[in-house]
């Protein structure tokens, strides 16, 4: 499979994150990337197979998902088992994982392909969670993970029989990740686990959750005292306490967790421990492409239906598309998308050539989710009254737009590691 | 090499019939159809183009039937522009085992008639040896509705056109293909070889699994010209102009029997 080698690396020890940073950006001008090879051609990047598979998502959601978004969104739940299940018989949620577990152990260049046709969807939340049925709970699992661990937990994720989520944020700890507080502390051949965990996507319905907590005690450095922990969400101690309301995403459940004492085979841990804050980055860069590709379509189409909503919109004696100020608009904001297709494009030809591209893709994911807000801000005003109404595309899309520059990593955190990048960010001030 | 000796076997017993499908690349259903400025015909440069949908069907129907152990071996044909390659990749993945693709040249793709592609299955058929041929029963660009009739004649064969049903005769040594008439529905045998052509209600084709979509990269494509099968493409027809429909003039509401009788007969559509 190509560019997935150099993940395959061992993991050194860092002795901290962000010496890690310094000495790859070392090699590397400050603003360029910091590869030496030539700029990829993104024309080739999508094939036939691409497409073909794009049109086999195309009709699973014009059949399987699109029918029922608004039931969902009202219900503010989606059936997480039963389409998973259809996703998996496709063969969607493993496009990129091992092939001996189920996966098509393609490129990533499949996983954007996929991203961008989730776009279609006539809400956010349901594409959410898919990715992070097929993109965020499994990455470290698929790398690092025992094989029976992958035979317990990876195979089934992938199939669509069993539901998974991504436990790392908490009540005091979302951008902040290295102040988790939840600890899984050796107890014999177990773990207990003790804590608890904040606005975990598909957490009332998952069957199984990825775990960030604090295993090494002795280890002063918070980065590197973490592990991740394949957890059953069926054992005595779990507690699914809330389903939290949000102002979006109505059909993604979101929930609250706790763990009281909660015991897991020690084997349970995902690869080495004290590496999973590590492991948990090294799939950031797919997890920002992922979030910036998986928009683009939805912002084009709401753009073009605005757009046609203002030619029979009449008002003033003209159509509301006449005016000069509405049909720029519209032309400005497409010009914005299609330049962060481009980013996307760029970016993810240079991580399937075996680059790293945190910088492009945190630029991606930061671009994103302000062209989101501007987007579906722009056009609900064109929408008029309608715009404010449950009963238009475009007011669900600026509910559900919002949560881009906040969660998958917060615009500031974004900002943060583009300064690194720049070389401008502040030393932390000594202690 | 298979033996064509199906007109005496009993189906059932047999390694099951051999199976030729029809695909065409056309524009896509879904696409708004805008006619070129000088009306020599429509736009298709940078539009989306897919499977033939009643194509689509007789795929579906082709890979049922291997499943269901009634058909051996299944092989799609597509005859048009390089870029039915992906249209036959599609039936690939659907299932299909092998397909061919008869190319045509650019310049004489918008002079294409059923009676030349007829011809040119005709010519595969004698080679191929298939037998069934299932093909759309029209194709939605130009809804000819000819091709299925036309092929079936020049190999004197069988034809069980607008199939809704295809199934084993009673005693399994026919088909026997329930169809689509303006009446109702209407069965009949047919023994093989024989035409069949889908019509909606046939089946509900798959969608390409992604497994299958890689695999269908490895599945043989074989490449012809309409020069070695000896067809000659010399077009029969020539088209005039190609012009939009009227656009729909708003109606009126009238509010009794009376007023309508009154209005039809005002425009002279009823004496």
């Given at each position: 499979?190509?560019?997935r080698?150099?993940l395959?690396?061992?993991?050194?020890?860092?002795?901290?994150?962000?010496?890690?940073m310094?000495?790859?950006?070392?090699?590397?001008?400050?603003?360029?990337?910091?590869?030496a090879?030539?700029?990829?051609?993104?024309?080739?990047?999508?094939t036939?197979?691409h497409?073909?598979?794009?049109s086999?998502?195309?009709?699973?959601?014009?059949?399987?998902?699109?029918?029922?978004?608004?039931?969902w969104?009202?219900?503010?739940?989606?059936?997480?088992?039963q389409?998973?299940?259809?996703l998996?018989n496709?063969?969607?949620?493993?496009?990129?994982r091992?092939?001996e577990?189920?996966?098509?152990?393609?490129?990533?260049?499949y996983?954007v392909?996929?991203?961008?046709?989730?776009?279609?969807?006539?809400?956010?939340?349901?594409?959410?969670?898919?990715?992070?049925?097929?993109?965020m709970?499994?990455?470290?699992l698929?790398?690092?993970?025992?094989?029976?661990?992958?035979?317990?937990?990876?195979?089934?994720?992938i199939?669509?029989?069993?539901?998974?989520?991504?436990?790392v944020?908490?009540?005091?700890?979302?951008?902040?990740?290295?102040?988790?507080?939840?600890?899984?502390?050796?107890d014999?051949?177990?773990?207990?686990?003790?804590?608890?965990?904040?606005?975990?996507?598909?957490g009332?319905?998952?069957?199984w959750?990825?775990?960030?907590?604090?295993?090494?005690?002795?280890v002063?450095?918070?980065?590197?005292?973490?592990?991740l922990?394949?957890?059953?969400?069926?054992?005595?101690g779990?507690?699914?306490?809330?389903?939290?309301?949000k102002?979006?995403?109505h059909?993604?459940?979101?929930a609250?967790l706790?763990?009281?004492?909660?015991?897991v085979?020690?084997?349970?841990l995902?690869?080495e421990?004290?590496?999973?804050f590590?492991?948990?980055m090294?799939?950031?860069?797919e997890?920002?492409?992922?979030?910036?590709?998986?928009?683009?379509?939805?912002?084009?189409?709401?753009?073009?239906?605005?757009a046609?909503?203002?030619?029979?919109?009449?008002?003033?004696?003209?159509s509301?598309?006449?005016?000069?100020?509405?049909?720029?608009?519209?032309a400005?904001?497409?010009?914005e998308?299609?330049?962060l297709r481009?980013?996307?494009?760029?970016?993810?030809?240079?991580?399937?050539?075996?680059?790293?591209?945190?910088?492009?893709?945190?630029?991606?994911?930061?671009?994103?989710?302000?062209?989101?807000?501007?987007?579906?801000?722009?056009?609900?005003?064109?929408?008029g009254?309608?715009?404010?109404?449950d009963e238009?595309r475009?007011?669900?899309?600026?509910?559900d737009?919002?949560l881009l520059s906040i969660?998958?990593?917060a615009?500031?955190?974004?900002?943060?590691?583009?300064?690194?990048?720049?070389r401008?960010?502040?030393?932390?001030?000594?202690? | 090499?298979?033996?064509?000796?199906?007109?005496?076997?009993?189906m059932?017993?047999s390694?099951?019939?051999?199976?030729?499908?029809?695909?065409?690349?056309?524009?896509?259903?879904a696409?708004k159809?805008?006619?070129?400025?000088?009306?020599?015909?429509?736009?298709?440069?940078?539009?989306?183009?897919?499977?033939?949908?009643?194509?689509e069907?007789?795929?579906?129907?082709?890979?049922?039937?291997k499943?269901?152990?009634?058909?051996?071996?299944?092989?799609?044909i597509?005859?048009?522009?390089?870029?039915?390659?992906?249209?036959?990749?599609?039936?690939?993945a659907?299932?299909?085992?092998?397909?061919?693709?008869?190319?045509?040249?650019?310049?004489?793709?918008?002079?294409?008639q059923?009676?030349?592609?007829?011809?040119?299955?005709?010519?595969?058929?004698e080679?191929?040896?298939?037998?069934?041929?299932?093909?759309?029963?029209?194709a939605?660009d130009d809804d000819c509705?000819?091709?299925?009739?036309?092929?079936?004649?020049?190999l004197?064969?069988?034809?069980?056109?607008?199939?809704?049903?295809?199934?084993?005769?009673?005693?399994?040594k026919?088909l026997?293909?329930?169809?689509?008439?303006?009446?109702?529905?209407?069965?009949?045998?047919?023994s093989v070889?024989?035409?069949?052509?889908?019509?909606?209600r046939?089946?509900?084709?798959?969608?390409?699994t992604?497994?299958?979509?890689?695999?269908?990269?490895k599945?043989?494509?074989?490449?012809?010209?309409?020069?070695?099968?000896?067809?000659?493409?010399?077009?029969?027809?020539?088209?005039?102009?190609?012009?939009?429909p009227?656009?729909?003039?708003?109606?009126?509401?009238?509010?009794?029997?009376e007023?309508?009788?009154?209005?039809?007969?005002?425009?002279?559509?009823?004496?």
């Open positions: 499979t190509v560019g080698s150099f395959c690396r061992p993991v050194v020890p860092y002795s901290s994150v962000s010496n890690a310094r000495r790859s950006l070392s090699s590397a001008s400050p603003m360029s990337g910091s590869d090879s030539a700029e990829p051609n993104t024309d080739k990047l999508f036939a197979e497409e073909a598979m794009r086999t998502l195309r009709r699973i959601i014009e059949q399987d998902i699109n029918p029922y978004v608004d039931e969104e009202a219900k503010e739940i989606f059936p997480a088992k389409l998973f299940k259809k998996g496709a063969g969607l949620l493993g496009v990129t091992p092939v577990y189920g996966g098509l152990g393609l490129d990533y260049s996983s392909a996929l991203a961008e046709e989730y776009g279609r969807v006539n809400c956010g939340g349901v594409p959410m969670a898919i990715g992070v049925q097929s993109d709970a499994t990455p470290a698929a790398r690092f993970g025992s094989h029976e661990l992958k035979e317990q937990f990876l195979r089934p994720s199939a669509g029989d069993l539901v998974a989520c991504l436990g944020s908490e009540p005091t700890a979302g951008s902040d990740v290295a102040s988790i507080k939840t600890t899984a502390r050796r014999g051949d177990d773990l207990v686990i003790n804590g608890s965990k904040m606005w975990i996507t598909s009332m319905q998952a069957d959750m990825c775990l960030l907590a604090n295993t090494e005690a002795s002063k450095d918070p980065y590197l005292s973490k592990s922990i394949c957890l059953p969400l069926d054992l005595p779990v507690q699914r306490a809330r389903k939290i309301r102002i979006g995403m059909s993604s459940d979101t609250q706790f763990f009281e004492n909660v015991r085979p020690a084997s349970y995902i690869g421990p004290g590496q999973g590590i492991y948990q090294l799939q950031f860069q997890e920002r492409l992922f979030g910036a590709a998986a928009n683009l379509l939805g912002l084009e189409l709401i753009i073009q239906e605005t046609e909503y203002a030619r029979q919109r009449k008002a003033f004696g003209q509301l598309l006449d005016f000069q100020t509405v049909h720029f608009r519209l400005e904001l497409l010009t998308v299609e330049l481009s980013m996307v494009y760029r970016a993810t030809a240079k991580y399937v050539a075996g680059n790293d591209v945190t910088m492009l893709a945190s630029m991606a994911k930061l671009k994103a989710g302000r062209l989101v807000r501007e987007v579906t801000d722009s056009c609900l005003q064109y929408w009254g309608m715009g404010f109404t238009v475009v007011s669900r899309f600026y509910r737009g919002r969660g998958a990593g615009d500031e955190v974004m900002l943060s590691i583009i300064c690194k990048y720049m401008t960010l502040p030393k932390p001030p000594k202690k | 090499k298979y033996i064509h000796i199906i007109n005496k076997a009993d059932a017993a390694k099951g019939l051999k199976i030729l499908v029809g695909c065409k690349r056309v524009i896509d259903y696409v159809v805008r006619v070129k400025p000088d009306r020599s015909g429509v736009v298709t440069e940078g539009v989306k183009h897919s499977m033939n949908p009643f194509d069907i007789a795929v579906e129907e082709a890979v049922r039937m499943e269901k152990k009634l058909a051996g071996e299944a092989v799609a597509s005859v048009g522009p390089p870029q039915s390659q992906e249209t036959l990749r599609t039936a690939l659907m299932g299909i085992d092998r397909a061919i693709h008869v190319e045509i040249p650019l310049a004489q793709l918008e002079k294409l059923p009676i030349h592609v007829s011809k040119l299955l005709a010519k595969v058929c080679s191929e040896k298939p037998d069934l041929v299932i093909l759309g029963k029209q939605i509705n000819q091709t299925g009739q036309m092929l079936a004649a020049l004197d064969w069988p034809q069980a056109t607008f199939a809704s049903k295809i199934e084993p005769s009673q005693d399994s026919q026997r293909v329930t169809r689509e008439v303006d009446g109702g529905l209407e069965t009949i045998d047919v070889p024989a035409v069949v052509t889908s019509d909606l046939l089946n509900e084709p798959r969608y390409a992604l497994p299958n979509i890689m695999k269908a990269k599945k043989p494509l074989a490449k012809m010209s309409p020069d070695q099968l000896g067809v000659d493409l010399q077009p029969r027809q020539e088209v005039i102009s190609v012009e939009d009227p656009v729909r003039k708003a109606g009126a509401k009238v509010e009794s029997v007023d309508l009788v009154g209005k039809l007969r005002e425009k002279g559509l009823v004496k």
